[in-house]
Structures are given as C-alpha cells and as structure tokens.
C-alpha cells in the first residue's frame, strides 16, 4: 500500500512539474500555469464540440494525431445537448473570440477551450493543443495541463521551401512535410518545381516537359564537383491530379502553396526538350546531371517570341492549378555571359532601347509579371529580379544576404528574408556532419538569432518585411529521412523566429523546450540529429 501511494504521488508530482513550464515551439506570446487541479483529462469519450462545420479542418488534424499516436479519437458535434460534462470546446463565433488577434486555449477540469475570430486561428490552437499532450504513448486517458494561454503571430509570412528537382520526393512525403509545417504554425510553402535538374510538374499543352524534361541520366557522386557520375536514369514529376489533391491537402491545414517555375537562367529541364528556345539552339542539350552549373553550361532562355509562348502556356496551366494569389517565377543566377555571347539578344537589347543585360533580365521579368497579372496573380523572384529595375508590382525574396531585402523594402516592395546564412538548411547543421552536406554552416543558433527586421530600415520601411523563410535545396538530400535530418530542430528555430513577439524569445529556454520537442519527434517517427540531445 505505501509502495503504490509513492509511486502515485511520484507520478502526480512529476505531472505537476510539467504543468509548470509545459514546452510548446513556437512560444505563445503569453502563456498562465494556472490551478493544477484543472488538469483536463483526454480519454475515448471526450466530445469535440465546434461552433460550425469549418472547424472540423481542425478537428480533422487532431482525430488523426490522436488515431496514429495514442490509438483512439473523439467524437465531434454541433449540439450543444451532446457534449456531456467533459468536452473540447472549439468556438470561432465566442464574444471573447472576436477580439482576438490569434487563439486563446483554456484548460479547466471539465473543459478546454480554444476561443479564436477564424478558423484558421482555431487550428493553430489545435496544434498548440497536440504539443501539450504526452510525449509517450501512454494509457488512453491523456493529461493536459492547466494553462490558459493567448497567441498570435509575430510575421503574416511564415514559409518554408521544398526544392523538388535536384532530388524527387513522392506525394506521400511531400503531404508529410505540410504537415510538419502545418504542427509549426507555417503558413507558406515554397514548391521548387522546376530547375536544370528536373521538370517536375505535368504541362497538357506541353508534356514534353516532362517525358523529357523530367529525367536525368546521371547524378554526381559526392560533394561537387564529385568524384563520377552513377549513370543512373532519375527523374519523376507530379500529374496534375496528384497537385490538385496536394493542394487541397495543404488549403486543410491553412497552407498556402507557392509555385515556382525557374526563368529565365536554371532552365536546363525546358532546353532539353526545347533547345531552340535557347542561346545556341544547334548544341544539344540535356538535363543536368551534375551541381553547380551557374555559368558553367548554357542554361538560360533566349528571349524570343517562342519561349514566351510556352512560358505563357506553362503559366497558364501552373495558375489553373494553384489558388495562390502568388506565382514565383525564379529570376536567379541567370549567368549573362550567354546573352552577350548571343547576336539575337544584343539586337534585342538595342531594339528594345535597353542599357545592358540587366536591362534585359528586367525587361523579361516585366513581361512575366504583366502577363501574371493579368491573371490576377502576383509574381515573386529571388533578389536577383532587382538587376536593371524590379518589375512594378513583384515581391522581392532576399537570398544573398539582407541586400537585396533592404533595397526592396526601400522602394516599398514586399520582401521575405531568407539570406543563405541563416535560412538555408541544405548547408551543414555541425562543423562535423554526420553526412554529405552542401559546404557551408548553418548551426541551430544561427537560425534563433536571426531576426528578419534589419536595423537599417526605419519603422515604416519595416512594414514591407512580409515574413521569412527556410530553405531546403536538394543535391544531398535523396531521401525523406535526410530531408527531416537537415529540417530538424532548425524549422523549430525559424517557426519562433516567425511567430513569437521578440520580447518573448529565449535561446536558452528555446533549448530546453526542444527536449521535449524530441520526445515528440521520437513518437512521431521524425528523423533528426541526436548529437543534438548531447551538443550545442
């Protein structure tokens, strides 16, 4: 009898501790331990009850986060008479939801509640929810502690970025990855689809792009240059069906999907089933097999009626597919040597009345943006879109550092930071990885400290930073589990960077909230670095 008294009050006092400081990223902006003995108890027979029918998006997440990880889910209803005495509460029309700037969650011993204005708002305090279950797959009776917490977002552009044509990843991995950035509170996700590496998306009008455009007869072995070539056929692309579903599978969890199709450098995938479109239509051209090739191989289209054409059909077909009100059409590291070196683009720079090759790139960027805006869309480029006057209505993603980001902002143009530094996880997260990385360092506290508000822009000036973004580029990442390697914990970092008020961010606190983030992950099959259970 003594023996089960202490282990019950061994237990209770541990369940007590936790309640104290229980470990959520990102960090809510205000967050109350309030009275213990309102623990709220998950079990089978707790009713989810919500306002309206667009809340079960909600629901939805947290059924199938209950079913895959503690083996049951709740019942949900719209009657009031059903809910019974113990019952999740999810209520976008509450008087004290209406204020709001985000959610407010409520523990009580009977109850929990989440009060928010949208839907939207309702969902990232489901996840909020997920993060202060048990990290074990206990017995089906799950303790939540009594906290009342109120949250909203710091940034309106939280993204992340997937770079799909160095390397392809299936549907099944790709609605994975949306869901991670979905449990983070992300909002955008940055679909790279399309580079010298590989078409990735089925055109109808043009499907060359694909049974050509998609595969490659080798890959390099090693870091670039490489030691060889593994003279393997790769390649793979997503039908347009598989997209639609993929997108409404990210419009579920309030994620907005952002296409980029690369021009006019990068465009090795559309010169090999298209090489009269590029500088030198008589040399053959195939999709790239090796890293690196920025000024190294012709990848860069020519300026032409034609390739404005297929251009225009290929836009056509990419905004009939996405709902997102943003199209990124690349613009980067396209290497002007082939345009000088090209009589038809130094005639076309003096018919059109240009200065020089920037001139140019500025000139090809203003007919994309105008023919997507007349879509009704808005186009996005790296910074690079910038060279020889930024197109009228773009939004400026700054890569090479903050820049091109301070220019923009400058002219009053909206800008997502992610300069290479801080934001690109393809770079190694240790000075020593545990695999082959891209040579560059990009440690986890790097990516805490970044702050996407530069000091160089005055208070109004600050308004046009949109947000920022993590980037994930695929040369040595083939693989899932290296994808979730090289994202984790570093995608916790840049979600409290994007979401947390400033005055709210703690690298050290941040630190030890990620030991329960782990125990999490550990539950959820995420791959990530152990060393960082041990090492900075």
Request: charged share 20%.
């Amino acid at each position: 009898m003594k023996k089960t008294g202490f282990l019950f009050l061994f237990l209770w006092l541990s369940f007590a501790a936790n309640a104290q400081s229980p470990a959520i990223i990102p960090q809510p902006a205000e967050l109350k331990v309030i009275n213990p003995q309102n623990t709220f108890i998950i079990d089978s027979h707790t009713i989810i009850y919500i306002s309206g029918t667009e809340l079960l998006n909600a629901t939805n997440f947290l059924n199938n986060y209950l079913q895959k990880h503690y083996g049951f889910m709740l019942a949900v209803t719209q009657n009031k008479k059903e809910v019974g005495d113990k019952a999740i509460l999810l209520l976008s029309d509450s008087v004290a939801g209406r204020s709001l700037k985000g959610y407010q969650l409520l523990t009580k011993s009977r109850s929990l509640t989440i009060n928010a204005p949208s839907a939207e708002n309702i969902f990232y305090g489901i996840q909020t929810l997920i993060q202060l279950l048990p990290t074990e797959k206990i017995s089906k009776q799950l303790p939540i502690p009594a906290v009342e917490i109120t949250d909203y977002p710091r940034f309106a552009y939280r993204g992340m970025h997937l770079d799909v044509s160095r390397h392809f990843f299936d549907t099944a991995f790709v609605k994975k990855y949306i869901d991670y950035l979905a449990m983070h509170k992300m909002n955008y996700f940055h679909w790279h689809l399309t580079d010298d590496h590989g078409w990735r998306i089925e055109i109808k009008k043009h499907p060359e792009l694909t049974t050509v455009g998609a595969w490659r007869n080798g890959t390099i072995i090693g870091l670039y240059p490489g030691t060889g070539n593994d003279g393997k056929r790769y390649g793979g692309y997503y039908t347009q069906d598989q997209i639609k579903d993929i997108v409404h599978y990210a419009a579920e969890r309030y994620i907005t999907i952002i296409p980029e199709i690369e021009m006019p450098g990068h465009s090795m995938g559309v010169l090999a089933a298209h090489p009269e479109l590029s500088t030198t239509p008589n040399e053959p051209k195939q999709v790239a097999q090796t890293w690196g090739i920025f000024n190294k191989f012709n990848n860069v289209l020519v300026p032409s009626e034609a390739t404005f054409t297929l251009l225009e059909d290929v836009l056509t077909e990419v905004i009939a597919l996405f709902p997102s009100p943003y199209i990124h059409v690349g613009g980067d590291e396209c290497s002007k040597i082939w345009w000088n070196q090209s009589a038809f683009c130094r005639d076309f720079v003096k018919e059109k009345g240009l200065k020089d090759m920037n001139g140019l790139q500025s000139y090809f960027m203003h007919r994309i943006e105008k023919f997507v805006n007349s879509k009704g869309r808005t186009i996005i480029g790296w910074d690079e879109i910038l060279d020889g006057g930024v197109a009228p209505n773009a939004t400026v993603m700054s890569w090479r550092g903050e820049t091109g980001g301070i220019q923009a902002a400058k002219l009053h143009h909206r800008v997502i930071m992610t300069p290479e530094k801080y934001m690109y996880f393809n770079h190694a997260q240790f000075e020593k990885e545990d695999s082959l990385t891209a040579a560059k360092y990009v440690p986890l506290q790097d990516v805490y400290h970044y702050d996407p508000l530069p000091a160089q822009l005055s208070q109004q000036e600050t308004q046009y930073i949109w947000g920022a973004q993590g980037n994930l580029w695929s040369e040595y990442v083939a693989s899932p589990a290296k994808a979730e390697y090289m994202i984790f914990p570093r995608l916790d970092a840049l979600s409290e960077i994007l979401w947390t008020p400033k005055p709210k961010q703690n690298y050290s606190d941040f630190r030890e909230r990620l030991k329960t983030q782990f125990k999490r992950y550990d539950l959820m099959r995420v791959n990530y670095s152990k060393r960082y259970l041990q090492t900075e």
